[in-house]
């Protein structure tokens, strides 16, 4: 049966203490749903967590070497990698863990958020599961990628905003702590700052809140939220010092993607919008949003700010998914009058369809031997780059096998990108491959091979682009992942060349690219 009434509105009453804090009214935090739905999306991420194999990421993770960042990234990410991997063993089981960890963190502050704008049972009940099952959640928590962290890391930041405004000012310096942590993940929660900023200035309901008499005070006049900002800055400070130092890698890093993506970004972030969450969804954080303007006047920040982070990703044409964890909050809020007013049965098989859509889209439920004749490959970028790796590796093996002894001796790899370069440095050296070189993105500041390289293993969609860089190459093969799934790697050559032209301080400039 459907909830039939809601609790008081937090904004528009005015239960508040004497010291000008609202009273605690909350319901109950409904550990039995959330948390039967945390122990069961573990489970299920666990279980599928070594199917397909690793993703090219999680691959270029375990090549980086401890650094305060990389010109690519801000350090958290790859350190967690490598920390987990030295603790508990490197594995694809182990390298999981952590993007594990996050989507189930996620699922409870979610449901929290959904608590703290009033919804009882059943609303965090929907908040977890609806959130738990969804399309991107559970593909960013199947494979470890930075945006795996930042499900969890933006809502903890809006939950403790939302708290903030609604409960207790000194929850904008629990927001600054959590900030600065994002920071050494992705600089992209500046972008939510700005959409958070820009609402505040613009949709705050003076005329609201005088007709309601409520003592909630424009946060920006208190010094709480500037106190969190410098927090913020603090505890991101070395990440910040590292970006400044090294000219700011991050943004040509964006300005890369930018070049490179922005076409499909801009025409397909409108429909990501519906995909995220799973079109079913999709209707309830349109719910939220409009649930949140007419009914939380004071978390209308939360609206104006999406609007921003939509303007932001078509500007910056880089990624479509820049908006999940803002979408995801305005999920939870319209948990709260979607439970009150829909009737349960109909809310579980609307999560439940949505569920069996998304868990099939998301995670390595198909065989890897059908993967190719399906659309989820298309449809799920991740699967395809999860897949062929070994059988790559093999690949090259042979080819270098084939090569005469004092050949192999001076012998390198050199791949086309950080997913090729990392699979060797995983599987190549039980195999007696030599070491992998990449001029694509962190690798390229590694340096180039050794003088004494003469002899280069190149892997390559332009086979006819190399032979003005080396004195002599041949084509020896191709690599074929032998499941038809049309990923980056299947087709590419492998050539044998010899003796760089001019050598390879000659030759490593031109192997650079950002992308």
């Known amino acids: 049966m459907a909830e039939t009434s809601a609790p008081p509105d ?50 270029y993770f375990r090549m980086l070497d401890p650094a305060w960042g990389y010109v690519d990234q801000p350090p958290l990410t790859p350190w967690l990698a490598r920390t987990f991997a030295e603790l508990f063993g490197d594995t694809l089981l182990v390298m999981r863990v952590p993007a594990t960890l996050a989507h189930l963190a996620a699922i409870v502050v979610i449901a929290l958020v959904a608590r703290e704008l009033g919804g009882r049972a059943g609303a965090q009940a929907l908040a977890a599961w609806g959130y738990g ?47 600065g942590v994002a920071l050494y993940n992705k600089l992209l929660v500046v972008a939510l700052l700005a959409g958070i ?40 400070l070395p990440n910040l010092v590292y970006q400044a130092t090294n000219g700011w890698p991050q943004l040509a890093m964006g300005a890369a993607l930018g070049e490179n993506n922005a076409a499909d970004v801009r025409s397909e972030m409108w429909l990501f919008q519906l995909l995220t969450l799973g079109p079913p969804l999709a209707l309830v954080w349109v719910v939220g949003l409009v649930w949140v303007w007419r009914r939380r006047p004071t978390l209308r920040f939360l609206v104006v700010a999406y609007p921003v982070l939509l303007l932001f990703t078509y500007a910056a044409g880089s990624q479509t998914y820049y908006t999940t964890g803002l979408l995801s909050v305005l999920f939870a809020a319209g948990c709260v009058p979607v439970a009150n007013r ?141 499941v038809g799934v049309d990923n980056e790697e299947q087709g590419v050559s492998i050539l044998v060349c010899r003796d760089p ?3 390879w301080a000659t030759l490593w400039p031109e192997l650079r690219h950002l992308d």
Request: charged letters at 15%; glycine letters at 10%.
């Open 197 to 236: 900023l820009l609402g505040l200035l613009v949709a705050w309901p003076w005329r609201a809140l005088r007709a309601s008499a409520a003592a909630t005070r424009w946060p920006l006049a208190t010094p709480w939220p500037w106190a969190g900002v410098v927090l913020a800055l603090l505890v991101g």
């Open 342 to 482: 829909v009737r349960r049965g109909t809310i579980i098989a609307v999560v439940l369809g949505n569920a069996v859509a998304c868990l099939v889209i998301s995670l390595p439920l198909v065989p890897v031997g059908l993967l190719g004749r399906t659309p989820i490959a298309d449809i799920n970028s991740s699967a395809q780059d999860a897949v062929g790796w070994p059988e790559y590796v093999r690949q090259i093996t042979d080819v270098h096998a084939a090569l005469p002894e004092a050949d192999r001796e001076q012998s390198v790899i050199l791949t086309q990108n950080y997913g090729e370069a990392g699979a060797v440095d995983r599987f190549g050296p039980d195999l007696g491959l030599p070491p992998a070189y990449s001029g694509h993105n962190q690798l390229w500041e590694y340096g180039p091979p050794p003088d004494s390289a003469t002899v280069a293993l190149v892997l390559t969609e332009s086979p006819g682009a190399w032979d003005d860089r080396f004195a002599e190459c041949t084509a020896k093969g191709q690599l074929d992942n032998g």
């Open 10 to 59: 937090p904004d528009l009453t005015s239960a508040h203490r004497a010291d000008g804090k609202l009273a605690d009214a909350r319901p109950a935090v409904a550990w039995g749903p959330v948390g039967a739905a945390v122990l069961v999306l573990g489970m299920l991420l666990t279980a599928t967590s070594t199917r397909y194999g690793y993703h090219r990421d999680e691959l």
């Open 501 to 503: 032209v001019g050598g």
């Open 133 to 179: 099952t969804a399309a991107i959640p559970l593909a960013f928590g199947h494979t470890f990628l930075t945006a795996s962290l930042d499900l969890v890391v933006w809502p903890a930041v809006l939950l403790c905003m939302i708290r903030a405004v609604q409960r207790d000012p000194r929850w904008w310096l629990a927001a600054g702590l959590v900030t």
